[in-house]
């Protein structure tokens, strides 16, 4: 059998090759390299331990410091009460001058002068001549639809006559007598 021969040939043949090869003297086989064993595997990487919660503790906000209570406002002091101006006031026009020469009404107040003298007597606003001094008055208002509301007599008052005039102006008011201007005084009128 022609295959089973080839065969055997090639059996032969592998046999001799074997002893040649164990026949070779040289330095030994080296043993194969042994693997380092294999690394275990790591390990998971350990978790951090979570935070024991998520939530910060609720610091409540600072409160802003309270304001010290405003003192408390004083209380005005109490001015003694004023004597108040009375709203009447009368003048007696008399040979020697005014008597009072001064008098005080309050705002709105009437003063009335009344001649005493045997001369007669013509009360008016400062300023002589003119009479103007007071607001609105004015000796060239006499005998005009103003006079009524002017601080002027517009007249010579005989003995037991008067004149009144009401003040509604603030301040201190000069008035003479037209017919003796050496004879003068004031009325102060107040709030
Ligand atoms: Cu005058």
């Not at 350990?46 to 024991?52: F, K, T």
């Not at 004023?82 to 026009?93: F, Q, S, V």
């Not at 001058?97 to 002068?113: L, R, S």
Request: charge should be negative.
């Amino acid at each position: 059998m022609k295959f089973s021969s080839i065969f055997l040939l090639l059996g032969i043949a592998f046999l001799l090759a074997g002893c040649t090869q164990t026949q070779t003297y040289g330095p030994p086989a080296q043993p194969p390299a042994v693997e380092p064993p294999a690394l275990e595997p790591a390990a998971p990487p350990v978790q951090p331990p979570a935070e024991p919660s998520a939530q910060k503790p609720v610091v409540p906000p600072a409160q802003p410091p309270a304001e010290p209570p405003a003192p408390e406002p004083e209380a005005p002091a109490v001015e003694p009460a004023a004597e108040e101006a009375p709203l009447e006031a009368t003048i007696h026009a008399t040979e020697a001058g005014f008597e009072p020469a001064t008098v005080t009404v309050k705002k709105g107040g009437k003063v009335t002068w009344v001649n005493d003298a045997d001369a007669p007597s013509w009360p008016a606003s400062a300023k002589h001549p003119t009479h103007t001094v007071y607001p609105g008055s004015g000796i060239t208002q006499c005998g005009t639809d103003q006079q009524a509301g002017i601080f002027d007599a517009c007249k010579g008052l005989a003995q037991g006559e008067s004149f009144a005039f009401a003040f509604n102006e603030v301040g201190k008011w000069f008035f003479h007598d037209h017919l003796n201007p050496s004879h003068f005084g004031s009325v102060t009128v107040e709030e």
